[in-house]
């Protein structure tokens, strides 16, 4: 069931951006209006990628928790509260930054978006004066520290704020840098969980695909750049989304949306792939957030040596 529901992921976007055309085939819509559903995906896309890869950073600080024996609940709400705001506030800076949208300079949504914009800074600095002060006086009444934990959540939260909100020339790379850690840690987990799962797994169990793949890193690694590259997620990419959205204008749309010129029937053909493509990542994401659940797979916790 799991599998079939993941599967909706590459059909969202398309639904999504065509949501309009199909409307304008009822009720004609002002010409604009027609990309508001790719806009709506774009952003809402955005979003949930950022909010996988914030959800990551959290299960991350989850387990240095669980490592160091950290249950009382209440420490639990402080951390993930703080954590929390520390990454969305410098994403929300990035993307109501002056930088982001020099065109409406001067008007009412770019005052708004100021307004935003040192809104994240104050409630950045402030969350994240308010976090240390609640772990001194934690220190102070003869609490323990998590070390680990503390560390990593000094590392990720500046570097979000550096690279989100504080000059444009380092939001340009925001894609490669919060992405590179992520898939870092990522494939980290997947490996060390497959290699203690599968190639250290008693004699009777060792066969199969699993086994071979994760025996094998440099294996592992060229199945991994296979399959990007099989999923249109590398080089190439973008040459196959033209072709495949010239060849929708010229066999689907030219009949179906007679309303669209030849330009803007390529675009939508552009833009249908590119969602369907981003499907793959959609599938990630909504498996993800349901495998990996330490505290309700007994097996899952020990081939992480995570206490359960």
């Given at each position: 069931?799991?599998?079939?529901?993941?599967?909706?992921?590459?059909?969202?976007?398309?639904?999504?951006?065509?949501?309009?055309?199909?409307?304008?085939?009822?009720?004609?819509?002002?010409?604009?209006?027609?990309?508001?559903?790719?806009?709506?995906?774009?952003?809402?896309?955005?979003?949930?990628?950022?909010?996988?890869?914030?959800?990551?950073?959290?299960?991350?600080?989850?387990?240095?928790?669980?490592?160091?024996?950290?249950?009382?609940?209440?420490?639990?709400?402080?951390?993930?509260?703080?954590?929390?705001?520390?990454?969305?506030?410098?994403?929300?800076?990035?993307?109501?930054?002056?930088?982001?949208?020099?065109?409406h300079a001067g008007t009412g949504i770019s005052?708004?978006?100021?307004?935003?914009?040192?809104?994240?800074?104050?409630?950045?600095?402030?969350?994240?004066?308010?976090?240390?002060?609640?772990?001194?006086?934690?220190?102070?009444?003869?609490?323990?520290?998590?070390?680990?934990?503390?560390?990593?959540?000094?590392?990720?939260?500046?570097?979000?704020?550096?690279?989100?909100?504080?000059?444009?020339?380092?939001?340009?790379?925001?894609?490669?840098?919060?992405?590179?850690?992520?898939?870092?840690?990522?494939?980290?987990?997947?490996?060390?969980?497959?290699?203690?799962?599968?190639?250290?797994?008693?004699?009777?169990?060792?066969?199969?695909?699993?086994?071979?793949?994760?025996?094998?890193?440099?294996?592992?690694?060229?199945?991994?750049?296979?399959?990007?590259?099989?999923?249109?997620?590398?080089?190439?990419?973008?040459?196959?989304?033209?072709?495949?959205?010239?060849?929708?204008?010229?066999?689907?749309?030219?009949?179906?949306?007679?309303?669209?010129?030849?330009?803007?029937?390529?675009?939508?053909?552009?833009?249908?792939?590119a969602a369907m493509i981003s499907g793959?990542?959609?599938?990630?994401?909504?498996?993800?957030?349901?495998?990996?659940?330490?505290?309700?797979?007994?097996?899952?916790?020990?081939?992480?040596?995570?206490?359960?």
């Amino acid at each position: 069931m799991l599998f079939l529901t993941s599967l909706l992921a590459f059909a969202v976007g398309p639904v999504i951006i065509l949501i309009p055309y199909a409307i304008n085939m009822v009720v004609p819509l002002p010409r604009a209006t027609l990309d508001w559903g790719w806009i709506a995906w774009t952003l809402g896309f955005s979003l949930y990628v950022m909010h996988h890869i914030n959800q990551q950073h959290w299960g991350f600080v989850s387990l240095y928790k669980r490592k160091n024996g950290e249950t009382d609940a209440r420490e639990r709400r402080v951390d993930q509260v703080y954590f929390l705001t520390a990454l969305w506030a410098p994403y929300l800076a990035m993307i109501t930054a002056p930088w982001s949208d020099p065109g409406h300079a001067g008007t009412g949504i770019s005052l708004a978006s100021e307004f935003v914009f040192d809104a994240c800074h104050v409630i950045f600095v402030a969350a994240t004066v308010a976090y240390v002060y609640h772990q001194i006086q934690l220190w102070r009444r003869g609490g323990t520290l998590n070390g680990p934990k503390l560390l990593y959540m000094a590392t990720i939260a500046p570097l979000y704020y550096l690279t989100f909100a504080i000059d444009a020339r380092f939001a340009a790379f925001w894609v490669f840098i919060t992405a590179t850690g992520h898939c870092a840690q990522y494939h980290g987990v997947v490996w060390a969980y497959g290699e203690k799962r599968y190639a250290q797994a008693p004699e009777t169990e060792k066969r199969g695909l699993p086994h071979l793949i994760f025996s094998n890193a440099w294996l592992y690694i060229v199945l991994g750049v296979v399959f990007a590259l099989v999923t249109l997620q590398g080089p190439g990419a973008f040459r196959v989304q033209h072709e495949i959205g010239a060849w929708l204008q010229s066999s689907v749309f030219a009949n179906v949306f007679g309303f669209l010129d030849p330009d803007k029937g390529n675009w939508l053909g552009i833009q249908l792939v590119a969602a369907m493509i981003s499907g793959v990542r959609l599938h990630h994401f909504y498996v993800d957030s349901k495998i990996w659940k330490v505290s309700k797979n007994k097996s899952l916790a020990k081939n992480l040596n995570v206490a359960s």
